[in-house]
């Protein structure tokens, strides 16, 4: 049951240069989408987040791109950092009005940032 | 800055013993939540706590795990009998209020069951 997928288990790319990372989900009922990086041994950071009647946040060098349409969001990181090096996951949330507010992650990518 | 925590960083257990995870989440928060991430998977929702009681659970859930505030600060989750499948990173995340606010996660329990 995979609802939210990060179809690139990897990405590399040169410091200062734009990091695009990629999700996809498949229930049209998610309204919340956040972005969270995780390093190894440790929990998931919190990024950035969108609500579904937005299809743009920023926040410095990070901003979130959401295609209801297309059920597809992006995170966009420029210029890239060898310290933003780590796993990203794309997680959404079913239903924010509930008292669950739980959310559904995707596998993961794993962003390389070269010097 | 706030943060949830979580104890111990690694337990290693037998198969078939009891284990209790605990956490303090960030002091101010109503939601809780534990997730877990079997090594080279993704994080999973394990279950869900709002006003002192279960709001929602997944199907990995079942009767061997349970959960507790016991008191104030402390959210504890408890496996009856470990089994080797039991073995994976656990977080624990609580969030402040309702709405679209991000949960924030401790930095997670290995539990290894042999």
């Known amino acids: 049951d995979q609802q939210v997928k990060q179809n690139s288990p990897s990405l590399s790319v040169q410091e200062g240069r734009i990091s695009i990372l990629n999700c996809d989900y498949t229930?049209?009922?998610?309204?919340?989408f956040l972005w969270y990086k995780k390093y190894p041994a440790e929990g998931p950071t919190f990024l950035i987040s969108i609500s579904s009647i937005k299809d743009k946040n920023e926040d410095g060098r990070f901003t979130v791109f959401l295609n209801k349409s297309a059920k597809h969001l992006s995170l966009h990181i420029v210029p890239s950092q060898p310290g933003d090096s780590a796993v990203y996951f794309c997680a959404a949330s079913p239903d924010t009005t509930s008292n669950t507010g739980k959310l559904i992650f995707g596998q993961g990518t794993t962003l390389q940032v070269k010097p | 800055e706030p943060e949830v925590t979580q104890t111990p960083s690694h337990q290693v257990t037998q198969m078939g013993q009891e284990v209790i995870l605990r956490c303090v989440p960030i002091s101010n928060h109503l939601y809780f939540y534990w997730y877990r991430q079997i090594l080279g998977q993704k994080v999973e929702f394990l279950v869900s706590?709002?006003?002192?009681?279960?709001?929602?659970k997944s199907e990995i859930f079942d009767d061997q795990f349970s959960v507790e505030r016991p008191d104030g600060s402390n959210f504890t989750l408890k496996i009856r009998s470990t089994k080797l499948e039991d073995s994976a990173m656990y977080f624990c995340?609580?969030?402040?209020?309702?709405?679209?606010?991000?949960?924030?996660f401790g930095q997670g329990t290995r539990l290894t069951v042999v």
């Open positions: 706590f709002y006003n002192n009681e279960i709001s929602e």
């Open positions: 995340a609580s969030r402040a209020r309702k709405g679209n606010t991000e949960a924030f």
């Open positions: 229930n049209s009922m998610f309204d919340y």
